[in-house]
C-alpha cells in the first residue's frame, strides 16, 4: 500500500466521520427540541410558557453549531496528519 493510498483512504475516512457527525448533530438537536416540546411546550394562554421552549431551541442550535464546528475540525486534523505522511517522504506533488 502506498503513501498516497493511505492518504487517499485517510481522506475519505474523515469526509465519511464528518457526515456521520453532522448527521448525529442534527439527531440530538432535534431530540433536544422534542423533549422540550413535551416536558415544557408551547402553550397559548400561559403568559411566559414560550420562554423555556424557546430557550432549548435556541440551546439546541447553538449545540448543533459547536458539533458541526468540532467535527470539521477533527476532519481538517485528520486531512493534515495524512498530508504530513506525504511531505515526510517527500511525496506531495
Do not use: W
Request: proline share 3%; charged share 15%; hydrophobic share 45%.
Amino acid at each position: 500500500m502506498s503513501n498516497h493510498t493511505v492518504f487517499e483512504a485517510s481522506v475519505k475516512a474523515a469526509g465519511a466521520a464528518a457526515v456521520i457527525s453532522a448527521a448525529l448533530a442534527e439527531t440530538t438537536k432535534q431530540g433536544t427540541i422534542a423533549v422540550a416540546s413535551s416536558s415544557v411546550g408551547y402553550r397559548p394562554g400561559f403568559p411566559g410558557a414560550y420562554s423555556g421552549y424557546a430557550a432549548a431551541c435556541a440551546a439546541a442550535a447553538a449545540q448543533k453549531l459547536i458539533d458541526l464546528n468540532t467535527a470539521e475540525q477533527t476532519k481538517q486534523a485528520a486531512i493534515s496528519n495524512a498530508r504530513d505522511l506525504l511531505r515526510s517522504q517527500n511525496e506531495l506533488p
